[in-house]
């Protein structure tokens, strides 16, 4: 065996050793999954071994979960099987790794495993398969099921194993939210069976196998350990259909997985763990033949990761590696930015018009560092180190021998100009200039810049310690050697990159500005406002448009809306939203959220929101019972807004891959993750159709409506955006 390695004691316990060549972190590749088959046969075979411990030979995890990346090819297979030959050996195949657990855990002697790090997915359904699970005392293992949010189902026994170990009550959230948790979580839930310090490990596991004496009879006669009570019982029925209600009231029917997922629970947890687990399997093949699934593992696994990783960066150039930082403006941006350099190890000096301004922005920082610490997500040590790496200051000398400077002072441009001017005369002539403007050119910006091919937009999205997409842009002056040292930077920091080119309102706030303006439009025809933030959230963004619009800050959309007309004409604006909007807060001094009146009244405790009554006298509503015919057009006009925006950004050459365009619009503004993002979503529908649905809602519409050419060629060659090869235009 080559991943797996086997080292026998006197005492007649094997070491069991996964250690998968040429990943960096285990994951179950096809290789190693035949290898769990000979695995059993010599754990079977030799009869000196009396138990076995499974454990990780690298020392980042036990097991990642599934190599989806090598199963890309097989599941493309299994999602068109469709003759009864196809799907029976769909169904053999998405079996094989369920099998072989199902072997290790039938072996007939015990088995533990021994987590000394993460184990999601299919790693955590090997450590299921065994008669015990040890795990290291380290707050930041990771142990769950993460299938469901990629689109997927646990195949491998989850479904099955988890419920009989620890009910269902327990086990529903675990498999349908998809969230790991820590090892104390997991030892509270009941799922792993003890957690002891690191170096304890083995030890521990090796007690147990020597004291459990007959192993067998812990296990019922199908070899598994025997839950507290049945798990299929009137109690269990009346969970079941509590989950299924809570299914349909939060997802509305947008995650075929997770409807899987109960299903695959409800029918095994009624028959025989091996009737259990070929239901697992064919449900996992149901799921997987879902045009979610295609689309959240392209989008959510693969393209996150792919972007995470910085592929797509021309090789050859030094990796640039900041040493030394600044941030100008130590407001709610600059800080967390200043927080994600210390954080990420790099020396920041922190810029402010005055020192207590200064002093408030690194304080921030300082305070989510206590707040990690407290968590246990944080060492003090590494705490401490962090704060000491920024400095809070008002002198622009301090800024000398920084590699990069991020700008984030107000959204002005005179000002804007002035500090770049400040920051320009103390720099060395290799440093990156990159500002945060969230609307303004980068064009623009860059003429204040004595070096414009150095000048970069480096657009953050609040909260910066929670918000992972950063939005690179790039100027017409700015040069391929600047783009990628801003993207080795946004690497660096752990955000994910995606680059598009100087456009209004860049990409992410372009496209998610259609969401909010549609919402605009609908209130201005007369549909009750309580119907339009519903189908929004029944499309599954996280909130509807409307709520999003106080969310943003109304007195904001109500400036960019001016500027926008001012730089471009009013054409550019969106009619229906600026009228209302104007008066919200013009007139009425209804800033949305944060100062508790918008389009909704915000009640001071932050016990919730009404909807403000006026509202009805500025847009007074004429349609205010839904039927499901207006429900679905409201869906449409919701989804399509955005998704043909995105393509008329990917036609303007605003943005040239589509798996940035995707990640970007679920990371940056919550697209709905079941449609894998905006594009992914019209590769979905099928251009074909997409465009006819679209054209219908523009004669009924709107030109809004109206599809870019990219599109048209799209729907008349029946091609893709996943396949066709993208035009990007020069910057
Ligand atoms: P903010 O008002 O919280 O902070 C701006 C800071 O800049 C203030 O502390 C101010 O004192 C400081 N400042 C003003 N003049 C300065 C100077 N000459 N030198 C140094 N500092 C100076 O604003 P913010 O929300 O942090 O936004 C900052 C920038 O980031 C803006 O361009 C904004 O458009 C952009 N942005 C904001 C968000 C957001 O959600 N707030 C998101 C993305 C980008």
Request: net charge neutral; with cysteine.
């Given at each position: ?14 070491l069991?050793?996964?250690?998968v060549i040429g ?6 590749t096809?290789a190693?999954?035949?290898e769990?088959e000979?695995?059993?046969?010599r754990l079977k ?18 097991i ?16 068109v ?9 769909a169904?053999?195949?998405c ?5 072989r657990l ?16 993460l184990a999601l997915?299919?790693?955590m359904?090997v ?9 290291a005392?380290?707050?930041k293992?990771?142990l769950?099921f993460p299938?469901a949010t ?11 194993r ?8 327990a086990a ?11 090892p104390?979580?997991a030892?509270?839930?009941g ?14 596991a090796k007690?147990?196998l020597?004291s ?6 812990r ?9 507290g009570?049945?798990p ?8 079941m259909?509590?989950?299924?209600a ?14 899987q997922?109960?299903k ?7 028959v025989?763990?091996?009737a259990?687990l070929r239901?697992e399997?064919r449900?996992?093949?149901?799921t ?8 959240m593992?392209?989008t ?7 972007l995470?990783k ?26 967390g930015?200043?927080?994600?350099h ?19 922005g ?15 997500r ?12 920024i400095c809070?200051?008002t002198d ?7 590699d990069?400077?991020?700008e ?15 920051a ?9 200039f ?7 050119p980068?064009?623009?910006?860059a003429?204040a810049?004595?070096?414009p091919e ?5 657009h953050f999205?609040?909260?910066?310690d ?10 017409k002056?700015t040069?391929d ?7 080795d930077y946004v690497l660096?920091i752990?955000?994910v ?36 933030d519903n189908?929004?959230?029944m ?11 106080d ?6 959309l109500?400036k960019v809306t001016?500027q ?8 550019y604006?969106?009619?229906a939203?600026?009228?209302?909007v ?10 949305g959220r ?7 009244d ?9 909807l ?9 509503p ?10 679905e057009?409201?869906r ?9 925006e995105?393509a008329?950004?990917?036609d303007?050459g ?11 619009a ?8 079941w ?8 590769d979905s529908?099928g251009?074909?159709?997409f ?16 599809i870019p050419?990219?599109l048209?060629?799209?729907a008349?060659?029946?091609?893709r955006f ?10």
């Amino acid at each position: 065996m080559q991943h797996i390695s086997i080292e026998t004691g006197a005492d007649g316990i094997a070491l069991v050793r996964f250690d998968v060549i040429g990943r960096t972190m285990n994951t179950i590749t096809a290789a190693f999954s035949q290898e769990l088959e000979q695995l059993v046969e010599r754990l079977k075979g030799d009869a000196a071994i009396k138990g076995a411990i499974l454990t990780s030979g690298k020392d980042n995890g036990f097991i990642a979960g599934a190599d989806l990346v090598e199963m890309e090819g097989d599941i493309a297979r299994w999602r068109v099987a469709s003759t009864q030959e196809e799907l029976a050996g769909a169904v053999a195949d998405c079996a094989s790794l369920s099998r072989r657990l199902r072997a290790i855990e039938t072996l007939g002697k015990p088995v533990v495993a021994a987590i000394s790090g993460l184990a999601l997915g299919g790693g955590m359904e090997v450590a299921l398969a065994c008669h015990y699970r040890v795990v290291a005392d380290n707050p930041k293992i990771q142990l769950g099921f993460p299938e469901a949010t990629i689109g997927l189902l646990p195949g491998a026994g989850g479904t099955q194993r988890l419920p009989r170990l620890i009910g269902l009550q327990a086990a529903l959230p675990l498999l349908l939210q998809g969230k790991p948790v820590s090892p104390t979580k997991a030892l509270e839930l009941g799922f792993v069976d003890a957690v002891v310090p690191a170096a304890d490990l083995i030890e521990t596991a090796k007690a147990w196998l020597l004291s459990v004496g007959d192993p067998v009879a812990r296990w019922d006669r199908k070899g598994f350990k025997l839950p507290g009570g049945a798990p299929y019982s009137s109690a269990g029925q009346q969970i079941m259909a509590g989950a299924n209600a809570m299914l349909r009231s939060t997802s509305y029917g947008n995650y075929p997985a997770q409807e899987q997922i109960l299903k695959a629970v409800f029918e095994g947890t009624q028959v025989p763990m091996d009737a259990g687990l070929r239901i697992e399997s064919r449900r996992f093949l149901n799921t997987v033949q879902t045009p979610q699934a295609e689309a959240m593992v392209r989008t959510l696994f693969l393209s996150m990761q792919a972007l995470g990783k910085g592929q797509g960066r021309a090789t050859g150039r030094e990796r640039f590696d900041p040493r030394k930082a600044g941030v100008l403006g130590a407001g709610m941006m600059g800080a967390g930015i200043a927080h994600a350099h210390a954080l990420a190890g790099i020396d920041t000096v922190l810029i402010d018009v005055d020192q207590a301004a200064a002093d408030k922005g690194k304080a921030h920082g300082d305070n989510l560092l206590d707040k990690a610490v407290r968590q246990g997500r944080l060492s003090q040590e590494k705490a401490d180190a962090a704060k000491a790496r920024i400095c809070a200051s008002t002198d622009y000398g301090d800024l000398a021998g920084a590699d990069i400077v991020i700008e984030a002072v107000f959204e002005n441009r005179a000002l804007k100009a002035e500090v770049t001017r400040k920051a320009e005369a103390v720099l060395g002539s290799n440093a990156i200039f990159g500002s945060n403007t969230s609307t303004l050119p980068i064009d623009g910006l860059a003429d204040a810049s004595q070096r414009p091919e150095s000048f970069v937009g480096i657009h953050f999205f609040s909260p910066v310690d929670r918000m992972r997409l950063v939005e690179i842009i790039r100027g017409k002056r700015t040069s391929d050697a600047t783009i990628e040292a801003a993207t080795d930077y946004v690497l660096r920091i752990g955000k994910v990159p995606i680059i598009v080119n100087d456009s209004r309102g860049f990409y992410t706030s372009r496209v998610f500005g259609t969401y909010i303006a549609e919402g605009y439009e609908m209130l201005a025809e007369g549909i009750a406002p309580a119907i339009i933030d519903n189908v929004g959230r029944m499309t599954g963004m996280p909130r509807g448009p409307l709520e999003l619009s106080d969310d943003v800050a109304l007195d904001l959309l109500d400036k960019v809306t001016k500027q926008t007309a001012a730089d471009l004409g009013s054409a550019y604006v969106a009619k229906a939203q600026d009228g209302i909007v104007d008066r919200l807060v013009n007139q009425l001094g209804r800033l949305g959220r944060k100062n508790g009146r918008g389009v909704y009244d915000y009640a001071q405790d932050g016990s919730g929101k009404t909807l403000w009554a006026g509202l009805a006298d500025l847009a007074p509503p004429s349609i205010v019972s839904s039927d499901a015919a207006l429900v679905e057009r409201i869906r449409l006009r919701l989804l399509y807004r955005q998704a043909i925006e995105a393509a008329r950004c990917v036609d303007e050459g605003v943005i040239g891959d589509p798996r940035q365009a995707d990640v970007g619009a679920i990371l940056a503004w919550g697209f709905p993750a079941w449609t894998g993002g905006p594009l992914s979503f019209i590769d979905s529908v099928g251009a074909a159709t997409f465009a006819a649905v679209a054209d219908e809602l523009a004669r009924d519409h709107g030109d809004r409506f109206a599809i870019p050419p990219l599109l048209r060629k799209l729907a008349e060659e029946r091609g893709r955006f996943y396949e066709a090869p993208i035009r990007q235009k020069a910057a």
